[in-house]
């Protein structure tokens, strides 16, 4: 069985964690905005050419535009959605792989000076910055030998 965790353990430094989603979400919500204003701009001139061209305000042609724009809004909404889910997911464990090798280097020289340790410091598999413990280590171990 998969082991649960709670989003409190996803979230070792929560003001950089958050700050970081927030400000992912912040830059794709003022993309979407544009893009939604320029859709807009868009189906705008469509309906100009229409009233250009001389149309009847109740012509088949203003049904499709209009009938379009609600469409593309709708969908544009949807990805808006999907895509703040998306993002603050990926940015909370993308963070959690970086965070968490922080939140061991500082655990690990906490309790070296606190209680001291025999043990090596380690980190999970698929953090990042795995070339840290054994340089840690073996300058530990230099340290030790005098």
Avoid: C
């Amino acid at each position: 069985m998969l082991k649960q965790r709670k989003l409190k353990n996803y979230l070792l430094y929560p003001s950089f964690q958050l700050t970081l989603v927030i400000l992912n979400v912040s830059i794709l919500i003022i993309s979407l905005i544009v893009i939604h204003h320029r859709i807009t701009d868009v189906f705008e001139k469509l309906r100009i050419m229409g009233e250009t061209a001389h149309l009847t305000p109740n012509h088949l042609y203003f049904d499709f535009v209009n009938k379009s724009n609600e469409m593309m809004t709708s969908n544009l909404y949807w990805a808006i959605g999907f895509s703040i889910i998306f993002t603050t997911l990926a940015s909370i464990l993308l963070s959690h792989r970086v965070v968490g090798p922080m939140y061991r280097i500082k655990m690990y020289f906490t309790q070296l000076a606190n209680e001291g340790t025999d043990r090596e410091i380690n980190f999970r598999k698929g953090d990042y910055f795995a070339e840290l413990p054994p340089i840690i280590n073996a300058g530990l171990k230099k340290i030790k030998s005098k």
